[in-house]
C-alpha cells in the first residue's frame, strides 16, 4: 500500500503498511467515511506527527493515547491543538507544568509544532477517532502500527528521552530498550490524575538535562 508520510518514515514503516492489518485500517476508515461518520484529525494530519519530526532528527517521544474528539481539535499531534482553540484540560495542566518547572510564559496559542520541529515526537498511540466517541478506533489496529513505531526507534536510535504519561503510556514501557534509553514517568495530565504526580514531575527541565549530558541541543519550550 503506497502511504503518503514523510519519507524516513515510508522507509522505516514500509514493511507494515503492506501489512493485511494496515489495509484493514485503512479499510475501516473507508467504510465509516461511506456511513457518514466524521473523523478526527482530517485525513491530511493523520500522519502530522511524523511530518513535522523526521525518524532523524527524533529526540524525545511524548506518547499520547488517541486524538481529541471535538471539532477542530485533532490535528495529528498528542495533546496539541490548532491555533486560536481553547486549551483542553489535559494541556491546561501541561502548560501550568512547564511554567512551573521551567519558567516559560502560559503560551497563548496550543499548537506544540514547535516542540515537533525541535525533534519532540508528539505521537498518539491511537491515530483517528470518531468525532465525539473517545478510543472510538481502539481496536482497528493503530496500535499494532504505533508499538512498531515504538520498537523501531528503540532498537535503531539511543538516548531518546520518552516522556510516558499515565498508566496507558506507561504500559508501552516494554517496547522500549531502557538499557539505550530514558524512560520519564509520571501521572497523566489530566485534571482526575495531575494532582497524583504529574504536577512536580519537572519533565521538561529533566528532558533537557539528559539531552545536554549526551552532547545534544535542549529543546526550547517557549510557545507563541
Known sequence: MDVKIEPSWKALLDDEFQQPYFAQIVSHLKTEKQMGKTIYPPGRFIFNAFEQT????????LLGQDPYH??????????????????PPSLVNIFQELHDDVGVPVPRSGDLTPWARQGVLLLNAILT??????A?????????F???????????????????????AQSKEALIDTRRHHVLKAAHPSPYSAERGFFGCRHFSRTNAILMQQKQSPIDWRLP
Open 146 to 168: 504505533t508499538d512498531a513505531v515504538i520498537r523501531r526507534i528503540s532498537e535503531q536510535k539511543t538516548g531518546v528521552v520518552f516522556l510516558l504519561w499515565g498508566r496507558f
Open 129 to 134: 477517532v470518531r468525532a465525539g466517541e473517545p
Open 136 to 144: 472510538s478506533h481502539s481496536k482497528i489496529g493503530w496500535e499494532r
Open 70 to 87: 471535538g471539532p477542530g481539535q485533532a490535528h495529528g499531534l498528542c495533546f496539541s491543538v490548532p491555533d486560536g482553540v481553547a486549551f
Open 54 to 61: 523526521p525518524f532523524d532528527r527524533v529526540k524525545v517521544v
